[in-house]
Structures are given as C-alpha cells and as structure tokens.
C-alpha cells in the first residue's frame, strides 16, 4: 500500500451483528468519497468486545460488502489483534497524566449526567478492578473542527465526561482502539454515521495527546424509520438483501439515501455499473444534513 496517498478512508463496523440498510449507507458514503478522491479505502473489524460479537459476523460483513461491490484495498484489520499498540498508546496516556485508573462502579454515580471525576486523584477503592479513564478536563480544550457536512464543531470534553479507555474486564474501549487504529493506517478522512459525532470531540482530544494526525471527519446523516427512530437490530432494520435484484434495488435506494439522485433506470444495473455512476458523481453538495427516512417498501426481497 501506498503511504504517501492523499486520501485514505475506512469502515469499521462493530460486527456486533450482519450490517443492515444504515450501515450500508455509512459504507458506501465512506467508500465513494474514498475513490472519488482517487484515494484508498480499507476495511477494520472493530471486534475489541468479544461478548458482543457472535461468531461468524464479521465474515459476513465482509460478505456483504463484496456482494454489494464495495471492494476493500489491502488486508482488513482487525482489532482483536492489537492489543499491544492500545497498551502503549495508554501507557503514554498515563505518563502525561491524561488517564487514571478508577474502581467506581455505574451504580455509584447513577444519579450524575456524567462520572464526576472521583478517582481522579486517586483510586476510590485500591481492593476492587480497575477502569482506565481519559482525564478529559486536561487535555486539548475546547475541541473545534470542521465537519465537512455540519460544519463548525466545537465542544467542551470536559462537559462529555472521562471516558473509558480500558474496562474493568480488561477489553480496551471504542475510543482509545478507534484513534489508535487510524492513525496506524493512516486515515486522512473518517465518513461514518452522525451517531459517532459527539464521540470525535474525544478522538481528537486523545489525538492531540499522543502527538498524532488529525483525519478530516465527515458524519453522514442517519437514516431513520418512517417514525423517525434510527434504524438499529432492535427497531427492525431490514436485512441487506442477498439475491440479485434486491441487492440492485438496496444499493439505489442507498445512493439515493445519499441524495445523490441517480437515474431511474441504473437502479436495474448491477453493483459494478451503479458504483461506477456513483463514484463518477459523487457530490458531497448534494448532501442534506437531515435525516433520511426510510420508505417502508424496503425489503431483502426487493420486489
Ligand atoms: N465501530 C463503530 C461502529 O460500528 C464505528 C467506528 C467509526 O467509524 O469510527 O459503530
């Protein structure tokens, strides 16, 4: 693979389960924006948490992602294999001071938005299994950049709390894995759902503390159902569709949850031929930041 690209960008499903029409929406956002800048496009299998991860997700995300012609460069990365980078980038973290271990339990705060930093100097209770959370009223303050669909972002990390970057049960947590696995690979452009927006003013925070580059962020809006709840396995997200026609049908529907208004008649075409007009006319412009609700005739079907 090539270092010195220009752009570079990344899907990293949780494989928590087999994708559904929204992660779809995120993937293929992610992937034409990649190669209409005639960049890279990895795939990360984000399986830092075991418990939620079935056995045999992850191979059929990957699945998904060929049958719908998203084809990936280089090898996936998967993060149940670097454990090693996590525990130095947290070693650096606690050197600088920036994160600190904490025995305090959910229930122990429940009454709080936010866990109200007890540990911070010093562990509440030395006998009990410890957290590692990011000292976030330390670090880099405000955090401002700017999305490249909502523009102007600014927020205070310390109002979103002290994250955890290792859990008690020893698994390393979303966001400490997250900045540590784009900056291995290099991402220059993280596209992914506006569910994950409030969660980047951490990102870049921990970024800025352990020196790296910062990506440019694109946050798509959500798909949502026709009630306007977002689509998830517990509100029924329809199945990604397997046979021929439906997969054609799902992908144009994507496109067009992208407002990227494609003609009617590509919708027929396969995924080579719709992914061909589509990276050819990628436009981010065409983008509205509202939500897209989802018209209730999608089905793995397709007819
Ligand atoms: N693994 C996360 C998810 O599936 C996405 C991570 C990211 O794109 O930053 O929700």
Excluded at 40 to 67: F, H, K, M, N, Y
Excluded at 239 to 249: K, P, S
Excluded at 281 to 289: E, I, M, Q, Y
Aim: glycine letters at 6%; hydrophobic letters at 40%.
């Amino acid at each position: 693979m090539n270092d010195s690209v220009g752009y570079r960008g990344r899907f990293a499903p949780t494989p928590s389960g087999p994708l559904h029409f929204g992660s779809l929406v995120a993937a293929l956002g992610s992937y034409l924006d990649a190669r209409a800048a005639r960049g890279e496009w990895l795939v990360r299998i984000e399986d830092i948490d075991p418990p939620r991860c079935p056995e045999g997700a992850a191979s059929t995300i990957l699945r998904q992602l060929e049958t719908f012609g998203l084809e990936w460069d280089g090898s996936v990365m998967w993060q149940h294999t670097r454990d090693e980078a996590y525990q130095i980038a947290l070693d650096q973290l606690i050197q600088l001071g920036l994160a600190y271990p904490c025995s305090c339990s959910r229930k122990q705060w429940q009454g709080f938005d936010i866990y109200p930093g007890w540990c911070r100097d010093g562990v509440c209770d030395p006998t009990k299994p410890v957290a590692w959370r990011l000292r976030s009223d330390l670090g880099e303050r405000p955090i401002r950049w700017d999305d490249r669909l909502f523009g102007a972002q600014q927020f205070d990390p310390a109002e979103l709390g002290d994250v955890v970057l290792k859990r008690k049960d020893d698994l390393w947590a979303y966001q400490l894995a997250v900045v540590v696995d784009d900056a291995e690979q290099n991402i220059t452009d993280v596209v992914r759902g506006l569910d994950l927006l409030d969660n980047t003013p951490w990102q870049r925070q921990l970024q800025s503390a352990l020196g790296l580059a910062q990506p440019r962020y694109l946050h798509l809006p959500l798909i949502v159902t026709a009630e306007g709840q977002k689509l998830s396995k517990q509100n029924l997200a329809p199945a990604l569709a397997e046979d021929n026609h439906g997969v054609r049908q799902q992908l144009f529907q994507a496109l067009q949850a992208l407002d990227q208004t494609p003609p009617q008649d590509l919708a027929a075409e396969p995924p080579s031929t719709q992914l061909h007009w589509a990276v050819a006319n990628w436009s981010l412009a065409r983008l509205s930041p509202t939500a897209h609700r989802l018209t209730p005739l999608l089905h793995p079907s397709g007819d």
